[in-house]
């Protein structure tokens, strides 16, 4: 079975662009989360999706947003992009959106630079 | 709201010695337990996951865990290390907030250095 792919895994940007990154889960999940990896701020988590809703999200300003397609592929897209936006995006997928007791299997990342 | 603590930035060990990386989480009534590794330039893999039942854990490559409830402690501990396991370890809680949801809440991981 196929892993959690992330799409592009590199990308440079300038400040004030945007940019939209995609995660495809694994065959079968439904839910799926995005996380953004800084050296200063570690893991913090942005939101989920179940169902094409979003059912969670992080303490982060509007400019970033996600949505996630009936065929449970998500992107999230991040508007006037910021330096301090540099980051290795993860996405995380899992089966029934179960709550607490589902495992997350994650992607390899998208390693957004901003310039 | 949960928290996780990773007392310990960075671990330099010898190679077949053993191990123990510390994560503390705050108290819960209910609480799901996972930790993860990360290798250069990759993802996460998942290690081991609590989530009921036995308290001592065991995960791929040789690593274990084991749940602490009255310490508050999720401590994994691997026999005799090897250079391959030189990555980033993250010990993460499952963040139900009451309601369905998949929110981890991670510590800021601690650095296996495997020296020869």
């Known amino acids: 079975k196929a892993g959690v792919t992330q799409t592009p895994r590199y990308l440079i940007k300038t400040r004030g662009q945007q940019v939209t990154l995609s995660c495809s889960p694994i065959?079968?999940?439904?839910?799926v989360s995005w996380y953004q990896q800084t050296p200063g701020q570690g893991l913090q988590f942005l939101f989920e999706?179940?169902?094409?809703?979003?059912?969670n999200k992080g303490n982060f300003p509007g400019r970033f947003s996600g949505r996630q397609f009936s065929n449970s592929r998500s992107e999230m897209n991040v508007s006037t992009l910021e330096l301090g936006d540099s980051a290795l995006y993860l996405c995380?997928?899992?089966?029934?959106?179960?709550?607490?007791?589902?495992?997350?299997?994650f992607g390899p990342g998208t390693r957004l630079t901003v310039l | 709201a949960q928290s996780v603590t990773q007392l310990d930035s960075q671990v330099p060990v010898f190679e077949e010695a053993p191990v123990e990386l510390r994560c503390n989480y705050s108290?819960?009534?209910?609480?799901?337990l996972f930790w993860y590794v990360q290798y250069p330039n990759q993802g996460l893999q998942l290690l081991l996951k609590?989530?009921?039942?036995?308290?001592l854990v065991k995960g791929i490559n040789g690593f274990e865990a084991e749940f602490n409830k009255s310490q508050t402690s999720f401590h994994l501990r691997k026999p005799s290390v090897h250079i391959s396991d030189t990555a980033e370890y993250f010990c993460a809680v499952s963040d139900g907030g009451g309601g369905a949801t998949n929110k981890l809440i991670f510590g800021t991981g601690t650095l296996l250095a495997v020296q020869p």
């Open positions: 108290s819960s009534v209910s609480v799901y």
């Open positions: 609590y989530l009921s039942g036995s308290t």
């Open positions: 065959s079968g999940h439904r839910s």
């Open positions: 995380a997928s899992s089966f029934a959106g179960t709550g607490r007791t589902d495992t997350q299997y």
């Open positions: 999706y179940f169902s094409e809703t979003q059912r």
